[in-house]
């Protein structure tokens, strides 16, 4: 359900959203669905970082062991963020996961994907998912001016970011 590094990450390490999340700086970990945990080294404040609806949410957590041993062991957040009955399923269909992997959506789900059927999900690399998601909803980017008489792409249509996306998808499919 959850993933702790042994040794703390930068936020770096997430490409596009290490512009947005404030001084969160440090990666302590992560779900197995893509969703991680920062934290904010001189306090040790945590947040979680959720991918496929972007939003960073502190928490009133302080210190990893405070984290790991009530924040991680609170039934609710169990629920919502472990989903151990997805888990389950998801580990009885492609097996445990390895190092660096995550469960993912295939399609992402704000490419006409469902975050919730279980059947389109495969396994990927945790590190690569953060970078794909961030691009393909533009977090992280400032907002340029279109060109005169031109209109804006909407959010996400990076278009070498989705058939990134949808090639990474294709490959695990086959």
């Known amino acids: 359900m959850f993933r702790l ?11 596009w959203w290490s512009k947005v999340v404030g001084p969160f700086t440090k990666v ?4 197995y669905f893509g969703n991680f945990f920062l934290f904010e080294p001189s306090t ?3 947040a979680v970082l959720y991918t ?12 990893h062991e ?4 009530r924040f991680l ?23 445990l996961l390895g190092p660096d992997q995550v469960f993912i959506p295939c399609p992402y789900p704000f490419l006409g994907g469902g ?24 977090v992280g980017v400032p907002e340029e001016p279109a060109p005169r008489g031109k209109s804006k792409a909407k959010k996400g249509e990076n278009g070498s970011a989705k058939n990134v996306a949808k090639s990474h998808c294709k490959r695990r499919n086959k």
Request: proline share 6%; aromatic share 10%; net charge negative.
């Open 73 to 95: 062991t609170d039934p609710g957040v169990i629920g919502h963020l472990g989903r151990p009955d997805d888990v389950a399923a998801l580990e009885g269909r492609l097996g």
């Open 66 to 69: 405070v984290f790991r041993t």
């Open 115 to 138: 975050s919730r059927h279980l059947g389109s999900y495969q396994k990927g690399n945790v590190w690569t998912y953060a970078d794909l998601v961030g691009q393909m909803q533009g």
């Open 28 to 31: 302590g970990g992560y779900t």
């Open 52 to 63: 496929i609806e972007p939003e960073l949410v502190p928490v009133d957590f302080f210190g």
């Open 5 to 15: 590094l042994d040794e703390p990450r930068s936020v770096d390490d997430l490409a």
């Open 44 to 46: 040790q404040q945590y």
